[in-house]
């Protein structure tokens, strides 16, 4: 704290003066001098000896810390180090139970099953392949080109059939147009028109609205019921 006090001013330079002031004035000053006067005057000057600034009455001490970041870096340390110590847990806790877990015993590579994916090409010819699950893709190609084919040339040999059998049904029996066979001599002469084929009997259906259907699903699983004709007006 430092303490000024002034009590005198001189009339002659108006500065303040003591016991031991010399008044310096120019020569051609025109003011003219004045009197000394008692002037009493104080000043006090404090300093703050926390953070060294002038204080007053109101003063406020103000502190600049880095408290702030050593307390982010503190929080930090700490998430990193309870991080640290779950994943040893943890990694202590698999390893108990791998051993107390019992090993199981390994078992043999499955042998490729002939028609199915990844089986030699040498025992499985697409040309010949029965089994209804092959994956492989050229067997697949092979059935639905076979499956479309077949029933392309069944439509076209049955509907060159149907039409003979028309007209001869209708020259038996012009009133009607009604061939007078039975339901064995239908299915015979059906069959009779698709040698090539190898087109039973058995495979061939006559439903009650007059439509012809070849059904070979009982011999092949892909194939689909095809209607070749009617068998009656």
């Known amino acids: 704290m430092a303490l000024k006090i002034q009590v005198l001013k001189c009339g002659t330079c108006g500065k303040p003066r003591g016991l031991t002031h010399t008044c310096v004035?120019?020569?051609?000053?025109?003011?003219?001098?004045?009197?000394?006067?008692?002037?009493?005057?104080?000043?006090?000057t404090a300093t703050c000896r926390t953070c060294g600034k002038p204080r007053g009455l109101n003063h406020t001490?103000?502190?600049?810390?880095?408290?702030?970041?050593r307390k982010a870096a503190a929080a930090r340390r700490q998430a990193a180090e309870r991080k640290r110590r779950q994943a040893a847990r943890r990694k202590a806790a698999a390893a108990a139970r791998r051993q107390n877990t019992p090993s199981k015993p390994r078992t043999p590579a499955a042998k490729p099953v002939p028609g199915k994916a990844g089986a030699g090409k040498a025992g499985h010819d697409y040309r010949t392949c029965k089994d209804t699950e092959c994956r492989r893709y050229a067997c697949q190609a092979w059935k639905e080109a076979y499956a479309e084919a077949m029933a392309i040339g069944l439509e076209d040999g049955y509907q060159q059939s149907y039409?003979?059998?028309?007209?001869?049904?209708?020259?038996?029996?012009?009133?009607?147009?009604t061939p007078h066979m039975d339901e064995r001599q239908i299915k015979a002469q059906v069959a009779e028109h698709f040698p090539d084929d190898n087109v039973r009997e058995d495979e061939i259906v006559l439903k009650p609205n007059g439509d012809i259907v070849i059904d070979?699903?009982?011999t092949a699983a892909w194939a689909k019921p095809l209607v070749v004709g009617r068998w009656k007006n």
Do not use: H, N
């Not at 120019?26 to 001098?33: A, E, F, I």
């Not at 003979?164 to 038996?172: D, K, M, P, V, Y």
């Open 61 to 69: 001490c103000q502190i600049s810390t880095d408290f702030k970041k």
């Open 216 to 218: 070979r699903r009982k």
């Open 163 to 177: 039409e003979q059998g028309r007209r001869e049904s209708q020259q038996a029996s012009p009133a009607t147009g």
């Open 25 to 44: 004035t120019r020569m051609d000053r025109k003011r003219k001098p004045g009197k000394t006067r008692l002037k009493p005057r104080v000043k006090v």
